[in-house]
């Protein structure tokens, strides 16, 4: 299968959106709790926005067939302790029916070239609640990650 990895613009937020459903509704699936409020609609607008603003870089794997198989989401971020701009990966979602194929390491690969060409120092990840997705975490090993500690916390606000 011939694959394209590109930056994601307005005309694919429609097909966006519903991937980013994809994946949270997985997420919610496996680990039976439902840790987020998605909104289609919403979702497409806030990437809209997003991507218009360069707050939010979004890669699609797309088929020859045009179908977007899967994608990867980065944001830039900023930390002493990172010595700099670095960036962070937020989402990275292929279809389960095209997993073992080797697409999520091309979006990988494709946001580390991504990332150095903007000067980020490295990329970091949170992984979906463990042990529920050891495979993510296995991964993101393999492809050169480490885990360096720490756990996600957050409050809404």
């Known amino acids: 299968m011939n694959l394209r990895i590109h930056p994601a613009s307005g005309d694919d ?5 519903i991937l980013v459903g994809e994946l949270l ?6 680990i039976g709790v ?9 979702t497409r607008s806030r990437l809209s926005e997003s991507l218009a603003q360069e707050r939010y870089f979004m890669f699609l794997a797309r088929a020859d067939a045009g179908r977007i198989l899967g994608f990867i989401g980065l944001c830039e971020s900023y930390a002493l302790y990172a010595e700099g701009r670095f960036g962070t990966i937020p989402e990275l979602y292929v279809r389960p029916e095209y997993r073992s194929r080797r697409i999520g390491q091309r ?5 580390k070239f991504f990332g150095a060409s903007r000067g980020w120092k490295c990329l970091e990840v949170t ?3 463990l042990p529920h997705f050891d495979k993510t975490l ?3 090993e ?3 990650l480490a885990i360096t500690g720490g756990r996600k916390l957050k409050i809404m606000l």
């Open 107 to 111: 979006l990988l690969t494709h946001a």
């Open 13 to 17: 937020v429609f097909e966006a959106g």
């Open 127 to 129: 992984t979906p609640p």
């Open 34 to 42: 439902p840790a987020f409020n998605f909104n289609l609609d919403e």
């Open 25 to 30: 509704g997985e997420i919610t699936s496996v």
């Open 142 to 144: 393999r492809e050169g």
């Open 138 to 140: 296995a991964f993101y």
